[in-house]
Nanobody, 122 residues
Framework: QVQLVESGGGLVQAGGSLRLSCAAS????????MGWFRQAPGKEREFVASISWSGRTTYYADSVKGRFTISRDNAKNTVYLQMNSLQPEDTAVYYCAAKLAVGSSWVEPDYWGQGTQVTVSS
């Protein structure tokens, strides 16, 4: 069992930055690929970024590429999402997710966090 707890959300003006953190419980954090998703009001949850168990491979949604950076610290069981040049359209609840590096898919991650609100004002 893995529990994920996000933090770092808040209210920021357009052009500003926020850093989200996701702390994972358990001793098997390094077996999991980690990802960030978001859900805006009235919209479906969408993929934002992911990072492999080793940290060597990352993927980003086109909408955040060049602005957001995902990273992880396996010694601290934590994954981060650095968000720069935030825009009002980035407003959403941001969720951390985990999937086993082998045998699981981002279509249906193994674990979800509870989410953290990010609001970007214009």
């Amino acid at each position: 069992q893995v529990q994920l707890v996000e933090s770092g959300g808040g209210l920021v003006q357009a052009g500003g930055s926020l850093r989200l953190s996701c702390a994972a419980s358990g001793r098997t954090f390094s077996r999991y690929d980690m990802g960030w998703f978001r859900q805006a009001p009235g919209k479906e949850r969408e993929f934002v970024a992911s990072i492999s168990w080793s940290g060597r491979t990352t993927y980003y949604a086109d909408s955040v590429k060049g602005r957001f950076t995902i990273s992880r610290d396996n010694a601290k069981n934590t994954v981060y999402l650095q968000m720069n040049s935030l825009q009002p359209e980035d407003t959403a609840v941001y969720y951390c997710a985990a999937k086993l590096a082998v045998g699981s898919s981002w279509v249906e991650p193994d674990y979800w966090g509870q989410g953290t609100q990010v609001t970007v004002s214009s």
